[in-house]
């Protein structure tokens, strides 16, 4: 007695693709931790690191979506999101001074409704340009030229392995 196959199992096995194997690794990937991304600033006179978590590529997008870049500015760096909004508002961000780490939340309210404020976008308001800059880049590195170095090197291999 055979056993009758779903469509989609029978289009895998004939163009030879296992597509439960795909989705399997890719959500491996999509689980991977990634250490955060740490850049020195200069705030009041003092050098500090501002570290920043690397979100899942379903968490920055998610984030982006709100941040479109302007239309002139489309294509600008590979870039589907507006850099510096991006880095200004981005979630999670800890505010280091040598030992001593803040996640930069503040209570803030009146007596009887208090409120968690995150501070971050006041911290980033107050940088340097150039620190500004160098923060923007660590995002654009992480999210846009790590992407655009893993689909390079895809594509090398697959080259490679062509020949």
Request: proline fraction near 4%; charged fraction near 30%; include cysteine.
């Amino acid at each position: 007695m055979t056993k009758n196959k779903t469509t989609t199992e029978a289009k895998t096995e004939k163009k030879g693709i296992d597509l439960n194997e795909l989705l399997r690794l890719a959500d491996e990937e999509r689980k991977m931790k990634h250490p955060p991304v740490d850049v020195e600033v200069l705030l009041s006179g003092r050098i500090m690191t501002v570290r920043m978590p690397h979100l899942s590529a379903n968490e920055f997008d998610e984030f982006t979506l709100p941040y479109c870049p302007h239309p002139a500015y489309r294509d600008q760096l590979g870039c589907w999101f507006e850099l510096e909004n991006v880095t200004r508002n981005h979630p999670g961000v800890v505010l280091v001074d040598g030992d001593v780490e803040d996640d930069l939340y503040v209570i803030g309210g009146t007596r009887r409704e208090k409120e968690a404020v995150y501070r971050w976008g006041e911290i980033y308001d107050s940088l340097r340009h150039e620190d500004k800059q160098n923060l923007q880049a660590a995002v654009w590195g992480v999210y846009v030229h790590e992407a655009q170095k893993k689909m390079a090197a895809a594509k090398a291999a697959a080259a490679k392995a062509a020949k």
